[in-house]
Structure formats: structure tokens, C-alpha cells
């Protein structure tokens, strides 16, 4: 962002951080924890999930499905860059509207 953009955010008591690399997960997840940030729900795809969990940093997952078939167009809950198999706990399955909610604690 511009130096004067930074500015007037700060003006109005905003804090702002510059990360060195802002895609380490690791730099991201210091400076959260320097808020007292504890917990974080994070909404991604492919590649931002496989990071996360390639860093160890997961502790559950919560997958939402429909019932809806859409072939090509479907996107993989990981990519190709996970390091290893992850290992995974059912800990809660409900149907809501159609929608199914499934959670799963990872096992380290």
C-alpha cells in the first residue's frame, strides 16, 4: 500500500503490520499471535489449505458438501504439494438444509 494510505489508517488507530514475506504462514501467524490471536478459522482452497497443513499449524477441519455433482469443475480439499498424508479423526458429522458438516480433529 502507499505511504500515505498507511498514514491515514494509522490516523484513525488502525495497526498496521509489514510483513516480510507476507506467504509465510509462520510471519502471518507471529504477528497474530502478537494480537493474542489464539484461534483462526480459515476458508481456503487447494493450495492455502495444503500450506497450512504442510506447516503443521491445523488442528480440525470442517468440510461442507452438497449433494451436486459438478465433474471437472470440482476442486481437491489439497493440492499436490502436501509433504505427507495427514491423518484425520471424524469428531462430528451433522445434515443441515441439505448441507452436510462434517469435522475432523487432526491426529499429530
Same mark, same amino acid.
Given at each position: 500500500?502507499?505511504?500515505?494510505?498507511?498514514?491515514?489508517?494509522?490516523?484513525?488507530?488502525?495497526?498496521?503490520?509489514?510483513?516480510?514475506?507476507?506467504?509465510?504462514?509462520?510471519?502471518?501467524?507471529?504477528? !497474530? &499471535?502478537?494480537?493474542? +490471536?489464539?484461534?483462526?478459522?480459515?476458508? *481456503?482452497? =487447494?493450495? #492455502? /489449505?495444503?500450506? %497450512? !497443513? &504442510?506447516?503443521?499449524? +491445523?488442528?480440525?477441519?470442517?468440510?461442507? *458438501?452438497? =449433494?451436486? #455433482? /459438478?465433474?471437472? %469443475?470440482?476442486?481437491?480439499?489439497?493440492?499436490?504439494?502436501?509433504?505427507?498424508?495427514?491423518?484425520?479423526? #471424524? /469428531?462430528?458429522?451433522?445434515?443441515?438444509?441439505?448441507?452436510?458438516?462434517?469435522?475432523?480433529?487432526?491426529?499429530?
Amino acid at each position: 500500500a502507499p505511504a500515505s494510505a498507511l498514514r491515514e489508517v494509522r490516523k484513525k488507530g488502525v495497526s498496521v503490520e509489514i510483513l516480510k514475506n507476507p506467504h509465510s504462514i509462520t510471519e502471518v501467524l507471529e504477528v !497474530l &499471535n502478537k494480537y493474542s +490471536v489464539k484461534k483462526l478459522m480459515v476458508e *481456503g482452497g =487447494p493450495t #492455502l /489449505i495444503s500450506a %497450512l !497443513l &504442510n506447516e503443521s499449524v +491445523v488442528d480440525e477441519i470442517l468440510i461442507i *458438501g452438497y =449433494p451436486l #455433482l /459438478i465433474g471437472d %469443475l470440482a476442486q481437491s480439499l489439497v493440492n499436490d504439494q502436501l509433504k505427507m498424508p495427514i491423518c484425520c479423526q #471424524l /469428531i462430528d458429522s451433522k445434515l443441515i438444509s441439505g448441507f452436510t458438516f462434517r469435522k475432523f480433529k487432526i491426529i499429530k
